[in-house]
């Protein structure tokens, strides 16, 4: 039996081990975690303008994309607004504010950011690394060999949770409501791609088995794929 000195010692001992296991899984919750640059909440072109100039665009320029345009561009599909009724909302509607609607970026060439798999989060405006590898080519694949989006350094994914939306509405809420909250948020991020002078398409043309299993996603479903580059 150890005696009181040998007791104390041992405390002593795990509360050490505890502490330094709190610094390492503090410092790798910081290597995975992105602070995004704050948003801009004006632009250069008049939203007539952004509308009329929309189009597609499948050829991208061999260019990186800044932090700042891509905190802009997840800002602007997803982000937060304030409502002057209801307090702070989202930048796009939701029914019955539910919000079943992720976001995923499939990042390849952004500037200081790590090629990898993000999530983002609109309440601390930050982007998640939930995968190391630039899945862009597996991205392709999995929308049926669609190799010109391998020209975009980064690619949107915009992911719902029918589950979450049919506690509420039954089948009407997946059938209709979440493809409309999805719709309007992909909407978003195509007119702020054009006010910035980017490009991008939006892509129904995948597998979503292959997509899911991409995102590591269980309940979720994927539901467009929108990939984003300086347009040629």
């Known amino acids: 039996m150890l ?8 405390r002593k001992t795990a509360l050490f081990l505890i502490y330094f296991i709190l610094i390492f899984q503090q410092m790798l919750f910081c290597q995975n975690v992105v602070k995004l640059p704050r948003p801009s909440y ?14 597609s665009y499948r050829q991208y320029e061999n260019r990186a994309l800044s932090l ?27 029914a ?14 952004v500037k200081t950011l790590m090629p990898g798999l993000y999530k983002y989060d609109y309440k601390d405006h930050l982007i998640t690394l939930v995968g190391k590898e630039d899945v862009r080519k597996d ?7 669609q190799s010109w989006m391998g020209q975009a350094p980064v690619s949107f994914i915009f992911v719902g949770d029918p589950t979450k939306v049919s506690r509420r509405y ?9 493809p409309l909250d999805i719709g309007t948020s992909c ?9 910035l002078g980017l490009g ?20 979720q479903r994927p539901f467009c794929v929108m990939p984003v580059g300086r347009p040629k």
């Open 3 to 10: 005696d009181k000195k040998g007791r104390c010692n041992m």
């Open 139 to 145: 991205l392709i694949a999995a929308c049926y060999n």
């Open 42 to 55: 004006k632009g250069t072109l008049s939203l007539e303008e952004v509308i009329f100039k929309r189009k």
């Open 96 to 109: 019955g504010g539910i919000y079943p609607v992720d976001i995923y970026i499939a990042a390849g060439e």
């Open 200 to 219: 991008t398409v939006m892509v129904g043309a995948f597998s979503d088995g292959e997509v899911k299993r991409i995102l590591g996603l269980n309940k």
């Open 68 to 94: 700042e345009e891509l905190s802009q561009l997840l800002w602007s599909c997803a982000g937060s607004g304030v409502d002057g009724v209801t307090g702070a909302t989202r930048v796009f509607p939701s």
């Open 187 to 195: 909407q978003n991020l195509h007119l702020q791609a054009e006010s």
């Open 170 to 178: 039954s089948v009407r809420g997946e059938s209709l409501y979440l």
